[in-house]
């Protein structure tokens, strides 16, 4: 940690609230003397930017190095990424920044140019994949290379348009600052698992940053990116530095990781490579100072010394089983709702704090009802769906508003199954959905008199897509008061 730095950053920044303004870090000379990189937005940047002139360059180096095993070409990258890369679990968020790191270092060694930083793109304020990533020549379009992608066979290598829109449902302002609102780590950023992809309990669950802007983004994309080796299209690396920035960004604004030593210790062993070739590790613990990984963002503060550890939920106050198929539904593509069965008995009745304090109060205080959606089997065509959750509305359709006092959060699918070879082998996932502000604000309207939950689910069909299979399951539905 450099104090000069930290002290100019300080007196920059004033206090953490103000990390909120954008772009408050504009001295890039002070960073470069310091060693530090500062990753910008990629949309401040044309074609002819010097990081968008390096970023081609070396993904057209990294194309002349395959095929071969060389895990710095650029199919290597990508396998690197099917190999490992852990989902639907605590190890999400440091796993993608020490391989975003190790990427990050790749390209400034093949580019030679020496500031390149990753950019990130804010989907929340630019909506449309870049201009600077369109173009049938351009490198940083994967129709350039139409790289050998068994997932998608000889099927487009984006599915969106330079039109199509990120869902607001997923990017828009509102969701990604009740996202940062958030002050459990696991709840931000995925929950315990026994390992990267576990096959022992815990099995974890993803949080609230993985299942609904990253996965949503993956999907609506599609192509590549609505498999494991999405890191074939280049938009990849610069969505994935937004969900890094956001996770810098939760740290400035005052909240901790997990300090549970079974994360903090966990080893990515031999998972990444280095400019020069050689396998490289890093544990959790390793990834959680950008500053000591060479790098800041250019609109993110410094992280406040002494964070303390939040209580991870754990008091279970009821349980139930429910099964949820949208098979036939979804077939004739109309978007259909299903109600989870899943009435949870006022015994205990929802804690009156609950009740009568509004969402802020509580998440303060910690207290939090969480609805864990678990043993799911996902849909064969995952990405075409998206899934909105509501509770207790007792006049839901397919057509009800997001913006009904009911409605909680939606929810997306990324690579629920492995589709290597026309294997297709699922995967444990589960969503952890936080109920708190919806809850809350349906006892101030008094419109939860029996103080029971019911939690719904409408299957939404991505704008364009005709999946042949979107049926799924949830096996099971927890109820967790904090
Ligand atoms: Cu491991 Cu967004 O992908």
């Given amino acids: 940690m450099n104090a000069t730095r930290r002290d100019l950053l300080t007196a920059t920044t004033g206090l953490i609230a103000a990390s909120a303004v954008a772009n408050i870090i504009t001295d890039v000379p002070t960073a470069k003397a310091q060693g530090v990189h500062i990753r910008r937005d990629v949309a401040t940047m044309t074609a ?15 194309h002349s190095m395959w095929p071969d095993t060389d895990k710095r070409s650029w199919e290597g990258q990508a396998h690197i990424h099917q190999d490992y890369c852990p989902h639907s679990n605590w190890f999400f968020l440091p796993w993608h920044r020490a391989y975003l790191y190790y990427f990050e270092q790749l390209i400034r ?21 870049p201009p600077t990533f369109w173009g049938a020549d351009n490198p940083l379009d994967p129709a350039k290379w139409d790289d050998p992608d068994p997932n998608i066979g000889s099927g487009p290598t984006r599915l969106a348009t330079q039109m ?3 869902p607001a449902t997923a990017v828009a302002q509102s969701v990604i600052d009740d996202i940062l609102s958030e002050t459990d780590f696991q ?6 698992a026994s390992s990267q992809r576990p096959v022992t309990a815990p099995f974890g669950s993803s949080g609230e940053l993985e299942q609904t802007p990253h996965n949503a983004v993956h999907g609506e994309i599609g192509g590549h990116m609505g498999f494991f080796l999405s890191p074939l299209d ?18 400035s604004l005052g909240n901790a990781n ?3 030593p079974d994360w903090l210790n966990y080893n990515f062993d031999d998972n990444f490579v280095d400019p020069a070739g050689s396998l490289q590790s890093k544990t959790v613990a390793e990834t959680l100072d950008t500053e000591q990984l060479g790098y800041i963002y250019d609109n993110v503060g410094t992280t406040p010394a002494g964070l303390v550890a939040s209580k991870p939920p754990s008091a279970l106050i009821a349980q139930a089983t429910a099964k949820f198929s949208a098979a036939n539904i979804i077939d004739t593509e109309v978007n259909s709702v299903t109600t989870l069965p899943v009435t949870v008995s006022a015994t205990p009745a929802i804690p009156a704090d609950i009740k009568t304090l509004d969402r802020n109060l509580l998440t303060a205080g ?3 009802v969480l609805a864990i959606l678990s043993d799911i089997t996902p849909p064969v065509d995952d990405i075409d769906i998206r899934v ?10 397919p057509q009800t508003s997001t913006n009904d006092p009911h409605y909680v959060t939606t929810l997306a699918f990324f690579v629920s199954r492995h589709q290597m070879g026309g294997e297709s082998m699922i995967r444990k996932i589960a969503f952890s959905v936080d109920l708190t502000e919806t809850l809350t604000r349906l006892n101030r309207l008094n419109l939860n008199p029996a103080g029971v939950i019911d939690v719904q689910l409408v299957s939404v069909v991505t704008e364009g897509r005709n999946p042949d299979d979107a049926a799924f399951r949830v096996g099971n539905v927890e109820i967790v008061y904090a």
């Fill in 187 to 192: 709840q931000f950023g995925s929950y315990k």
């Fill in 109 to 129: 060694e093949l580019s030679g140019y020496e500031e390149f930083a990753l950019p990130y793109w804010n989907w929340t304020t630019d909506t449309q994949i």
């Fill in 366 to 368: 910690g207290r939090r």
């Fill in 388 to 397: 909105r959750v509501f509770i207790n509305c007792s006049y839901l359709t």
């Fill in 48 to 62: 002819t930017d010097d990081t968008i002139v390096a970023y081609k360059d070396a993904i057209t180096k990294m």
């Fill in 164 to 166: 199509t829109t990120m």
């Fill in 258 to 260: 997990s300090d549970d």
């Fill in 234 to 251: 280049p938009i990849f690396w610069m969505h994935h530095g937004n969900i890094d920035r956001l996770w810098a960004k939760w740290n």
